[in-house]
């Protein structure tokens, strides 16, 4: 846990802790989900493990892993994303694992879970499916949930241990919501405390192209689950959009599905260039450079620390770290660098 000083003092209102999950081995909370069911492959006598990835923070935990543990890996990524997040597949095959391009649909990380599943079914024998987020068939939600609540569990304990006090909220972005409902959890007991989900509303929720699944999603069924989806009128998955890799899924987990409506937890959209400014404002204050995904919080945060007063505090879950992205921002603000 990290208080952020600087941007607490400069926005007003509420003091603003950082669950620095950038900091993990990897850089991104997707280590452990992977670690768990790594292992568990392991146990079940699987050799080979593979799957899908959209910014590749999930990919690289998973090729990791799969070196440490001696398995097999492959890693499937829409051509979109390979193109925006050329540095984490270089270093997902610096690790060993073999990278498959998707062609088919949007190109994005839909279409990498289509991939993977097909994948999977077909070989499922020796191979274990690394699902990266609270979605899919049971038991992948809960299976992800349980791992992921390690954030919670680790943010409720340290924010009494420093405070003496419960957070008034915690906030974290959501594509299928794997940080989020890690982050959510341990407080989803807690009733004062708000949960606030930060999804991406790409170029504006007005427009086609966002990802905003629960500004603008229906009941549906895919991917092995009934939760919320961008869909149009014939229950057809809709094409989607954000600058964020990772939030660039058409639907949300069902565990969301449910905390919404029953009312415990909240989910906002936040546009690319809020969350672009955002990614700028925390780099400029606090000399963190976080996921652009992450930023879709940080944004949401930077509304809101006003509202509350100066002895409560606020905890948001930085997901990732921003190394990944600075290229492809460089080229959202029209300036054109190489790695």
């Not at 890690?182 to 930060?198: H, P, R, S, T």
């Not at 969301?256 to 260039?273: E, F, G, M, Q, S």
């Not at 606090?286 to 509202?307: D, F, R, T």
Request: glycine share 10%; aromatic share 8%; proline share 2%.
């Amino acid at each position: 846990m990290y208080y952020a000083e600087k941007m607490s003092k400069d926005l007003g209102g509420a003091k603003i802790y950082l669950k620095r999950e950038d900091l993990n081995h990897t850089g991104s909370h997707k280590i452990n989900n992977v670690l768990g069911q790594a292992l568990l492959a392991k146990k079940l006598g699987k050799t080979r493990i593979i799957a899908e990835t959209g910014a590749g923070q999930h990919g690289v935990a998973t090729a990791t892993a799969a070196a440490l543990l001696g398995l097999k890996c492959e890693i499937f990524m829409g051509k979109e994303d390979t193109d925006r997040q050329a540095l984490n597949v270089y270093r997902m095959k610096l690790l060993g694992a073999k990278v498959h391009s998707v062609t088919s649909g949007t190109m994005t990380l839909k279409d990498a879970v289509n991939e993977t599943m097909r994948e999977w079914v077909s070989r499922i024998s020796d191979t274990h499916y690394v699902l990266g987020s609270v979605m899919g068939p049971h038991p992948f939600p809960t299976i992800v949930r349980d791992f992921q609540s390690v954030i919670s569990k680790e943010a409720r304990e340290q924010i009494l241990k420093v405070e003496g006090k419960l957070p008034s909220a915690v906030i974290a972005c959501v594509g299928g919501g794997s940080n989020a409902i890690g982050a959510f959890y341990n407080f989803i007991e807690d009733k004062d405390v708000q949960l606030i989900g930060c999804e991406a509303a790409g170029k504006g929720v007005d427009t086609a192209l966002n990802a905003a699944t629960m500004a603008n999603g229906t009941v549906g069924i895919f991917h092995g689950m009934k939760s919320y989806f961008c869909q149009d009128e014939f229950g057809q998955i809709a094409p989607v959009y954000s600058i964020s890799a990772g939030l660039d899924y058409p639907g949300i987990g069902p565990e969301h599905a449910y905390l919404n409506d029953i009312k415990r937890a909240k989910y906002v959209p936040i546009t690319d260039d809020e969350a672009v400014e955002a990614f700028e404002y925390l780099a400029r204050t606090e000399g963190i450079i976080c996921a652009i995904e992450s930023a879709h919080a940080v944004a949401y945060a930077m509304k809101i620390a006003k509202n509350f007063s100066s002895d409560e505090n606020i905890i948001i879950n930085l997901s990732g770290r921003g190394d990944k992205d600075v290229a492809a921002i460089a080229r959202y603000k029209g300036e054109e660098i190489y790695e």
